[in-house]
């Protein structure tokens, strides 16, 4: 499991700290997600735990309508927790390869999902 926060400016503010209790509880609020269970049963796949800054929802390429519904249910979190699973049928190579995403929205306090979006990735 990696943990990463964004390359964005933070314009000077100090980001919240990811916790590996926090990462744990994360991904045991998952296990029972069915979109989880796919994502878990390829033959790869990399997890990504991240606690960023609300505003991250905006750079985001995800149409407005989803980010304000997600921005919504977040008005009482400075913070949101983003979980992304990276998948492929067996384990790329180098700068070659594809698969497919999972990617959770999570509240950081009550570990609802908030948001699910799958997609591809090609090197």
Not at 52 to 69: A, L, P
Request: hydrophobic fraction near 35%; charge should be negative; aromatic fraction near 8%.
């Amino acid at each position: 499991m990696t943990q990463q926060s964004s390359n964005g400016d933070d314009h000077g503010l100090t980001k919240p700290g990811l916790t590996s209790d926090l990462q744990q509880r994360a991904l045991a609020a998952l296990e029972g997600h069915p979109h989880y269970l796919a994502a878990k049963s390829q033959n790869f796949c990399e997890t990504t735990v991240m606690l960023e800054r609300v505003s991250f929802i905006d750079r985001i390429r995800w149409d407005e309508k989803t980010k304000e519904q997600i921005k919504r249910q977040l008005t009482d979190s400075e913070t949101v927790l983003i979980v992304a699973f990276m998948t492929a049928n067996e384990v790329p190579e180098f700068l070659h390869g594809a698969g497919s995403t999972y990617d959770f929205v999570l509240h950081p306090e009550s570990l609802a999902v908030l948001h699910f979006t799958n997609g591809v990735w090609r090197s």
